[in-house]
């Protein structure tokens, strides 16, 4: 493991997970998914690649939905508390967004794009200066 690394978890404690090395995006999502998902007008993520990149101890629950994408997106969260933690992704299994608000140091976080900007909400505009994909992520 790289000397970078971010922990973080549930609410409950039941949940923990550790992240090694940097992420290779750090993203505010404006799809209507990530929206209903977090009851806010985003969600924000650091995406971390390679297998064993994030290790999650607890047993998470889990549940599968198509995003606007097409693209399968596996979340996990919190049986107990509820709180989401993380997510894959099924045509790619070597990625892993953790959720930036599951931090133990959320100030960590440093967003550098959003996507689906298009979907995005009048009254929530992430900061300025990051980069504005109108459709899904990068390839």
Known sequence: MSDTSFSGG???GAIRYL???APVAQ???QCRHCRMRSGTGHSSYLVF???G???VTGAPATWRVA???GAEKIHAFCPTCGTPTHLGFAANPGLTAIHAGSLD???AFRPTLVTFAARGLAWDRPGP???AFQEGPPG
């Open 67 to 69: 995003g606007e994408s």
């Open 27 to 29: 993203l505010h999502c």
């Open 53 to 55: 990149a994030v290790q």
């Open 10 to 12: 549930c609410a409950c």
């Open 19 to 21: 992240a090694g090395g």
């Open 49 to 51: 690649a390679g297998e």
């Open 129 to 131: 200066g990051l980069a």
């Open 105 to 107: 140091a959320p100030e």
